[in-house]
């Protein structure tokens, strides 16, 4: 059945999969511009361009989209924060900065929408330049995403074949330039602001907050810092409507999300869902758990998001649902692990990769994950004591809301919700005291415990 | 196989006490003139690169991996090239360089291979797969099996999330993808590399070298239509918008015209 308000927009339960970002994703070629403006491509820039900028900023805030890069702050909030007017910070050039860095484990959405449809990033970065009155932007990749990089490139490059980007764009009066930047390896940089540092030439460090970037961003001027998924919503917002995009989702949390589901299921993969599905119901798209084996526990949006359990299955995946869970939507990346792996050895793995990550600014995070590293490879290798466990908490407590930016906060996450659910196999590492001697042949021991099988 | 001169990490002895220390070469005298590796073509790119940001500075990363791009690694050189053309101190370049896993200190090889070894790779067999490369190649993390920029090298690397986490277990050579591999087949391409053979990977261009793409990260696309159209549809990636195609299940219909943009806020 199918019921219809008084816009005539459909406002029945959606589908199970509702493509919005991954609509193109199908079509040949869809990052070629021709395929793209075959499929409306650029229809919503054209459209944008008769309005006011202010307008298209209401449009945003209306339409109540969040952030996809992992906070979730509201996108037109975040583009009405821009100083405008001819005085003050508002004289200062403005810019865009979309957040291409994906580097949080388990997140693996941002890669797949540039090289699918990068177009409707470019789209996406043009009507909300011409919202911020910015006349630069630059599109930070990380480095090891070379495809993605040379597909945005290119898509910048037919761009301006055709009269998108350059001076008057479309005959509007409005000029726009983009870079398309690689970064070179390094996590942090997908923090705001130490991606702002790093794109000033510098080491990728967050800066102190405030001033906000929408102050004092790139150059100390103000700038928006928007992700990719965000920004390439941006098109189908100005197309549909703010009412249209809310028939999706929650009222909170409202639109289409891609889940990015991998691990331990029968087809890992992307699926672009209303936000508020579950895992549950995810899992059904996705042919259940691998050859049956039991989930055992799963990452809602990232390692930097407390670990779930098969206890979750239906906690609704939004802003609100994750949060009051006891966990955090991020990035929408499901990594799912069956019963065949240790939970701390999985949790020893991410510490491995925060104590890496630590960009060394600050004494919490830098020290923190280096101890909390050394305290779980000592478990690991069967030389620790229950004693441990509570150290590792302690650790983790003085870390968490003490670390400079939120590196430190999520290296905490995957330990203490690790211990909150599976403490037992915690001690039961402890309680398996070998001889004491230095245990240099654990690490081929370690494969038993992840269940790993190549 | 060539082990750098700084602390070699010998495979799996868990013992790793220490946070990475930086290791460069002492500063050469500013004198001593720059190597000539660093020609007109490349002078030209410079000015190229450093033409697109608002301030010169911007350029220093993409600069990096020019330098990378023609020495196959950042030398001191390579530094005091960056330094002269941005007018940087070889400190603040250096600073900068050290900083970032993808600037390597000594010569690679022809080709980088990168394993994920993050959690989820790693519980899919990504771990063992590094281990056996490893074993295979002779040489650790950062260490290169063979002469350094001959044909058939190899430059071996642990990687953290790759973000192909739905195509685990992965490896990137030369930052294209190799998605769901098993040991078999990463020990089968590392072989068929140092042969000098160039296998297809399974979402990036065709392969080239460790030099050709860094000077494509530095945002020199010797053939960007060309190397724009290697494959990129995973089964994985298009599983979601597949499956909607076969049920017909679609997002709620966008109404026919754009509706109305919203009326300008009151000016306060
Ligand atoms: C350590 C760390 C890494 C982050 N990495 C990313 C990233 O790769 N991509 C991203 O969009 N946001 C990342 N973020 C979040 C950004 O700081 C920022 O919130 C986001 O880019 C804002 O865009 P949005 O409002 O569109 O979500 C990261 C944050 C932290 C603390
Ligand atoms: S929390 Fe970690 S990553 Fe963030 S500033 Fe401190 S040391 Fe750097
Ligand atoms: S964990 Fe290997 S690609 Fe994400």
């Known amino acids: 059945m199918t019921n219809s308000?008084?816009?005539?927009l459909d406002t029945s339960t959606p589908d199970p999969i509702t493509p919005v970002l991954t609509r193109r994703w199908l079509s040949p070629r869809a990052w070629d511009i021709d395929v793209y403006e075959q499929l409306e491509g650029y229809a919503?820039?054209?459209?944008?361009?008769?309005?006011?900028?202010d307008q298209l900023i209401e449009l945003v805030k209306a339409s109540g989209l969040r952030g996809r890069g992992g906070a979730g702050f509201p996108t037109g909030m975040k583009w009405g924060f821009i100083p405008q007017g001819p005085t003050g910070a508002g004289a200062k050039p403005k810019y865009l900065v979309v957040n291409a860095d994906e580097g949080e484990p388990g997140t693996c959405k941002d890669i797949p929408t540039m090289m699918a449809d990068p177009h409707s990033l470019i789209e996406g970065c043009i009507i909300t330049c011409y919202a911020i009155r910015a006349n630069f932007c630059a599109i930070y990749i990380r480095g090891e995403a070379l495809h993605p990089l040379r597909r945005v490139r290119y898509a910048v490059e037919q761009a301006y074949a055709k009269g998108y980007l350059g001076r008057d764009i479309l005959g509007?009066?409005?000029?726009?330039?983009?870079?398309?930047?690689?970064?070179a390896g390094a996590y942090i940089c997908g923090e705001e602001t130490a991606l702002l540092d790093s794109l000033e030439g510098r080491r990728g460090q967050p800066r102190l907050k405030p001033p906000f970037p929408a102050t004092?961003?790139?150059?100390?001027?103000?700038?928006?810092?928007?992700n990719v998924e965000t920004i390439a919503s941006v098109p189908a917002i100005v197309q549909g409507g703010s009412s249209w995009f809310r028939t999706m989702g929650q009222e909170k949390s409202p639109g289409p999300k891609i889940y990015s589901l991998s691990g331990h299921v029968t087809r890992p993969g992307q699926y672009e869902a209303p936000m508020g599905t579950t895992l549950r119901a995810l899992l059904e798209l996705a042919g259940g758990m691998k050859d049956g084996i039991p989930l055992k526990f799963w990452t809602p949006g990232g390692s930097s998001t407390p670990l779930f359990t098969a206890e979750h299955l239906d906690v609704p995946l939004d802003f609100e649902g994750a949060a009051t869970a006891g966990?955090?939507?991020g990035t929408t990346a499901l990594q799912i692990f069956n019963e065949t792996v240790s939970v701390p050895w999985a949790v020893m793995k991410w510490t491995e990769f925060y104590k890496h990550e630590s960009c060394g600014k600050c004494t919490p995070c830098r020290e923190g994950t280096y101890w909390l590293l050394q305290i779980l490879e000592r478990m690991l290798h069967k030389q620790g004591t229950p004693?441990?466990?509570?150290?590792?908490?302690?650790?983790?407590?003085?870390v968490l809301g003490r670390a400079f930016c939120a590196l430190g906060d999520g290296a905490t996450s995957p330990i203490t919700s690790g211990i909150k659910y599976f403490r037992q196999e915690f001690l039961d590492l402890c309680t398996a005291q070998p001889s004491g001697g230095v245990d240099t042949a654990a690490h081929d021991q370690l494969p038993e415990l992840t269940g790993a099988s190549a | 196989m060539t082990a750098p001169e700084g602390q070699p990490e010998s495979v799996g002895n868990g013992n790793d006490q220490f946070p990475d220390e930086v290791e460069w070469e002492p500063a050469v005298p500013e004198q001593s003139p720059l190597t000539p590796v660093f020609d007109e073509a490349t002078r030209q790119r410079t000015v190229e690169i450093i033409a697109r940001y608002p301030q010169s500075r911007s350029a220093l990363l993409p600069l990096l991996h020019l330098v990378q791009?023609?020495?196959?690694?950042?030398?001191q050189d390579g530094i005091r090239y960056c330094a002269e053309v941005l007018e940087l101190t070889t400190a603040?370049?250096?600073a900068v360089a050290t900083f970032y896993t993808m600037y390597k200190r000594t010569p690679c090889g022809e080709h980088l291979v990168s394993v994920c070894t993050n959690t989820l790779c790693a519980a899919l067999g990504g771990d063992e797969i590094y281990r056996t490369l490893s074993r295979r190649l002779g040489v650790g993390h950062e260490e290169t099996a063979g002469e350094p920029g001959t044909p058939g090298s190899i430059t071996l690397e642990h990687a953290e999330c790759l973000a192909a986490c739905d195509l685990a277990p992965v490896l990137q050579v030369n930052y294209e993808y190799f998605d769901n591999q098993t040991v078999e087949s990463a020990q089968a391409l590392v072989e068929a590399l140092q042969r000098g053979e160039r296998p297809l990977p399974t979402r990036g261009a065709a392969l080239t070298d460790l030099k050709t793409v860094e000077m494509e990260l530095a945002g020199i696309f010797p053939d960007l239509a060309g190397a724009v159209a290697g494959n990129s549809a995973a089964p994985e990636t298009l599983r979601g918008a597949q499956l909607a195609a076969e049920r017909h299940w679609v997002a709620p219909a966008m109404p026919d015209m754009p509706p109305a943009l919203p009326d300008l806020p009151e000016k306060r």
């Open chain 1, 387 to 398: 004693a441990d466990i509570e150290t590792l908490l302690d650790v983790c407590d003085n």
């Open chain 2, 92 to 94: 603040e370049v250096s």
């Open chain 1, 5 to 8: 308000d008084r816009s005539g």
């Open chain 1, 216 to 226: 004092s961003g790139l150059y100390a001027s103000p700038t928006v810092v928007n």
């Open chain 1, 327 to 329: 966990s955090m939507l």
């Open chain 2, 69 to 75: 791009s023609v020495e196959g690694y950042v030398s």
């Open chain 1, 172 to 183: 509007s009066g409005f000029d726009l330039d983009i870079v398309v930047h690689a970064g």
């Open chain 1, 44 to 53: 919503a820039l054209r459209y944008a361009l008769t309005g006011h900028p």
